[in-house]
């Protein structure tokens, strides 16, 4: 069984206390480059909102569409497609049923999701059962991306849709303790984290394989202002928010939305 992301228990802890959380991933700017550190930090829910709103456009919804949001943590992109797309067939999955107990909070607009507790590397769901599949910022946590890619291949007819967000990490060039490093810390704070290094090459390649087409927007430059809200510059000591920071100064990390169409 796949391990659920430990980072989680923290979260799941501020919810008991009475925090509301919509989304867990970065925040989406238009314009990165006019928000200084205090704006991005207060602004930071509404730009993850935004995040989900690109991803969201891009998998032309239709109502009477059946669309499953993969690794859905506390549900907000779901819900926010049941408030926009209210004629669609909303499902939900995850590995860790704490989150989508959290999912099933009360929103009229999301009264018919469907929330489901199970691996996306083994969907527990008949072939073609879906037109459209979403899967924000997770599939850096899945056992293998073509095992899910195999799997959004068997449930989507030909001609549907997978949208996802995703990191790109390339190994840095930097000294290999400095390397090792950066991916213990990764690992213990943001893990599962199975094939840290990759490529859009290697992304490319596995969905080709699995039967999509890829399409590709590069958001790195839309999500930086996240790290004065995960990485706060007076940080010191190295955490898994350093690392993505770090990574991306150096050019090593990459923010994709992808969308994959089924042949
Ligand atoms: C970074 S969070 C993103 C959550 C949500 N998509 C969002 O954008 O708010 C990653 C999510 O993937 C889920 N997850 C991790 N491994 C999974 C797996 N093998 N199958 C299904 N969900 C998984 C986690 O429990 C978590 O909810």
């Known amino acids: 069984m796949p391990r659920v992301p430990a980072y989680f228990d923290a979260f799941l802890g501020a919810i008991a206390q009475g925090a509301a959380i919509d989304h867990v991933h970065l925040g989406y700017w238009d314009e990165p480059d006019a928000v200084g550190p205090s704006q991005a930090r207060a602004g930071f829910g509404r730009a993850q909102a935004r995040l989900s709103e690109h ?18 943590g506390f549900g907000g992109t779901l819900h926010a497609i049941c408030r926009t797309h209210p004629g669609v067939m909303p ?3 995850n590995i860790d049923a704490r989150q989508l107990r959290v999912c099933l909070r009360s929103d009229a607009a999301a009264a018919n999701a469907a929330w489901v507790a199970a691996d996306a590397c083994r969907l527990p769901f008949a072939d073609a059962a879906f037109d459209r599949l979403l899967c924000v910022e997770a599939a850096f946590h899945f056992a293998s991306r073509s095992a899910f890619f195999a799997e959004a291949h ?14 790109v990490l390339a190994r840095p060039p930097l000294p290999p303790g400095t390397i090792a490093a950066f991916a213990d810390r990764l690992e213990a704070d943001f893990g599962p984290w199975p094939a840290l290094w990759t490529s859009l090459d290697e992304i490319r390649c596995n969905a080709e394989r699995a039967g999509f087409a890829l399409g590709m927007t590069d958001a790195t430059a839309h999500v930086r202002p996240s790290y004065h809200t995960i990485a706060p510059d007076d940080r010191a000591e190295l955490s898994g928010g350093v690392v993505l920071r770090e990574l991306h100064r150096l050019g090593c990390l990459r923010y994709l939305h992808l969308r994959l169409d089924r042949r």
């Open 55 to 72: 991803l969201i456009a891009m998998l032309d919804l239709q109502p009477g569409d059946r669309v499953l949001d993969v690794g859905c």
């Open 154 to 167: 068997r449930v989507l007819p030909r001609g549907g849709v997978l949208v996802m967000s995703d990191f």
């Open 91 to 93: 499902f939900g999955i």
